[in-house]
């Protein structure tokens, strides 16, 4: 296409005017050389080919007529060569192997751009994967831990549950063996009943280590350690039963105030051995108080008791002689079918 392209050449004003070139072009070059002729403007106008002359006319009026129709023909044949030109370059650019190549470029480009971000989204998503991954393996690893450290810290607990169980049971029978071996140290018959009732009620109160202190001073002291520890025990009782009363006549609280309970002649009997197994200094005595009714109480009668109730009761029993009566008589049936 170059002879043609340099033959139209001639009817431009513009110079230098660009020429079709070679294979080794420039994409720049090529698209100046295309756009110069896409745009090419001829300065022929075609009034050489007029086929009438306007001064021919015999009048102004003829002469404008003959006018018209020249520019008429003159742009009848500038859009035909517009158009000659125009599909000249139209062949000339499908044809060129260079803009084949350079569409094949974009398209490439255009590919690998498409590729480049479809490989970084999938990078991207890999990666989150792998950080989700590596997560729910941490707190997956963290919760067995957690796991396996508690099912260590409740086995401990259990082997020293268990231990203590045994600890406490062993030093409960030592001190009972004693105890029954030694007579429970009485010299008058009538406070036989009272030191089995104490020796029961130390077994309840005390702790293994605590059980297996006594055990010690009791076998070195014998009848000494015993009594002492009964005046203890007793004062702590009753500075207990005296705390009991100032607080329930401050409170203006009297016989009958416990009425969310129906209390049983077992339950008032429960009640008084669990007043006299946990004595005053007991951490949170009647939360201990209400949880030992709750478990001991026959067929679940007392599942509802709450400290305030078994406290209530325990101040109304304080304050009525006939309820110390029946407290004492209670305390005796319970040490005989022991020493039976």
Known sequence: FSEYFERNSRWTDKRPVPQLGGPDDTRDRVDKFYKFWYDFESWREYSYEDEEEKESGQDREERRWIEKQNRAVRAKRKKEEMCRIRNLVDMAYNADPRIVKFKQQDREKKEALKRAKAEAAKARHEELERIAKEEEERARREKEEAEALEK?????????????????????????????????????????????????????????????????????????????????????????????????????????????????QDDINLLIKAVNLFPAGTSQRWEVVANFMKQHCKNGHGYNLSPKDVLSKAKELQSCDEQNARLKLAANKTAYKQLE
């Open 152 to 264: 260590a810290k409740q086995k401990a607990l259990k082997a020293e549950r268990e231990a203590h169980k045994r600890a406490l049971k062993r030093e409960r029978k030592a001190l009972r063996d004693e105890c029954k071996e030694r007579g429970y140290y009485v010299e008058n018959q009538n406070d036989l009943v009272k030191h089995m009732e104490f020796t029961e009620k130390l077994c309840e109160m005390l702790s293994a280590k605590e059980l297996e202190e006594f055990n010690t001073e009791l076998r070195n002291g014998g009848k000494d350690v015993f009594l002492a520890k009964l005046d203890q025990v007793e004062k702590k009782l009753q500075d207990e039963r005296q705390k009991m009363m100032q607080t329930s006549n401050r409170q203006g609280n009297g016989p009958g105030n416990s009425k969310s309970h129906s209390w049983t």
